[in-house]
């Protein structure tokens, strides 16, 4: 039974070995020609830098929905309040003077 | 029957917490809880000009000036309570010294470190003057130019005047310490705050709002008390029926 198993093995391996496609990806043919292994002494490669993929997945995304506007800070509830317009003075007092009616007869 | 009654209540409730929004309340770099502003106008006593009427106050009546009808009995104004910094209440160099009283109703001001109060003013006040009388103790403001966080002047957007909107009005602010009123550290303000207002020149003494940079917790919401008060309600029917 060994006999006729190892005389069967050394028959067919021949045979296995020579089907084998030379430039077959299972085998290092032509193509392997400047891979160098991922590990042992020739691994000592520097790998290119990792390009970080341009693709913009929310392009039609309002920017009202994007994630960051939750971080708008809390509505102010003070109104009539802006910054200064550089483009005109500041009003430091009242345009025009008015004139106090006569007080009430109580204080008269 | 109830348990469709207090389903109800609840569901309110949680749909007026859901509604409730997110807000602050700062002006320039003054930042405040939403709640912290002098809304009540307890008491006034003097002639004042609000930009459109001139109102007159003695204690807690109030009069206001028509050119046809002279002075008629009005309510409250609100121009020294609200959160628009836009209005406001005045003294003029012709019509005298103002005195009001303003007091906060859902919140209280707590000495903290820094300062405590802060009143806000339209226009240049520096040649005017200004006072805050607390407990017994009176203090002159010292007002200053109002800025944001990113230092740039900060002014009052549409201010009426006699007939005409006006921007880029000047904010000037004043701040007050409480201690220097005989309050503790860690005590809270209890009465209201006097301010006087005086004119000394031809520009309006302007007071726009007041508020409290340190405050108490944020009270229980009107929401909940109304909960609370349902819910006791029906269970006092409930016994009745039973």
Known sequence: MNKAYLLSLALLLPVHAGAVEQDSVYTWGQWANGVKPAAGPVAKVTPPPAQTPDVNFRANEASALLREAVTTPPRNIITGIGDANPSTPIQVAPPTSITPPPPPPALQ | ?242
Do not use: C, H
């Not at chain 2, 906060?104 to 820094?114: D, E, L, P, R």
């Not at chain 2, 003057?129 to 009052?156: E, K, M, P, Y």
């Not at chain 2, 309050?183 to 020149?201: Q, V």
């Open chain 2, 1 to 242: 029957m109830y348990k469709k009654t207090i389903l109800k209540a609840v569901l309110f409730l949680a749909t007026s917490a859901l509604a409730t929004q997110l807000n602050a309340a700062s002006i320039g770099t003054y930042t405040f809880e939403d709640n912290a502003i002098a809304d009540q106008l307890v008491s006034a006593q003097g002639q004042m000009y609000d930009g459109t009427d001139w109102l007159y106050a003695n204690g807690e009546s109030w009069s206001i000036y028509d050119n046809v009808d002279g002075w008629t009995s009005t309510s409250t104004p609100t121009d020294a309570t609200d959160v628009s910094v836009s209005s406001f209440l005045s003294a003029t160099q012709s019509s005298g010294s103002v005195s009001l009283d303003l007091d906060f109703s859902q919140t209280s001001a707590i000495n903290a470190a820094g300062d405590d109060l802060a009143f806000f003013f339209l226009w240049d006040q520096t040649a005017n003057s200004a006072s805050v009388s607390i407990n017994g103790t009176t203090q002159q403001l010292t007002f200053s130019d109002v800025f944001s966080d990113t230092g740039v002047q900060q002014v009052a957007t549409s201010v009426n005047w006699n007939g005409t909107v006006n921007s880029n009005v000047k904010i000037m602010a004043a701040s007050v310490e409480l201690s220097d009123f005989g309050i503790s550290l860690g005590d809270t303000l209890n009465g209201p705050i006097m301010i006087d207002l005086t004119s000394n020149t031809s520009t309006a003494m302007a007071l726009s709002l007041a508020a409290a940079l340190n405050s108490t917790a944020v009270p229980v919401p009107a929401a909940a008390w109304l909960f609370g008060t349902g819910l006791i309600a029906l269970a006092g029917i409930a016994r009745r029926k039973v």
